[in-house]
């Protein structure tokens, strides 16, 4: 089992940055891919990066590659995503998520694969 609370969120101009963090609790959080979705008013929840259990790969959807970095460090149990060039169509709660299974075949962006989410921070970036 692994708690998962995401801060950073906030009201940023379209170019803007912020960093959303991902603080975990619970069994040990290197043994986990983790990922970042988000959600916008009426659509679907959709993939946005995900990062390896040692960090080594990450994913990234097509609509932020360039402009979004995910990143991990095991000794404070946290994921990062720092967001650049932030648009508004970037709007959207994120969610972090946790996959510990080992025997999964899944790509890091399938979100069915993730069994732990957080409650998510809302982003919105102004025009």
């Known amino acids: 089992q692994v708690h998962l609370v995401e801060s950073g969120g906030g009201l940023v101009q379209t170019g803007g940055s912020l960093k959303l963090s991902c603080a975990a609790s619970?069994?040990?959080?290197?043994?986990?891919?983790m990922g970042w979705f988000r959600q916008a008013p009426e659509k679907e929840r959709e993939f946005v990066a995900a990062?390896?259990?040692?960090?080594?790969?990450?994913d990234y959807a097509d609509s932020v590659k360039g402009r979004f970095s995910i990143s991990r460090d095991d000794a404070k149990n946290t994921v990062y995503l720092q967001m650049n060039s932030l648009k508004p169509e970037d709007t959207a709660v994120y969610y972090c998520?946790?996959?510990?299974?080992?025997?999964?075949?899944?790509?890091?962006?399938?979100?069915?694969?993730?069994?732990?989410w957080g409650q998510g921070t809302q982003v919105t970036v102004s025009s």
């Open positions: 998520a946790a996959d510990g299974d080992f025997a999964t075949t899944y790509t890091m962006a399938f979100m069915g694969r993730y069994d732990y």
């Open positions: 619970g069994r040990t959080f290197s043994t986990y891919v």
């Open positions: 990062i390896s259990r040692s960090g080594g790969s990450t």
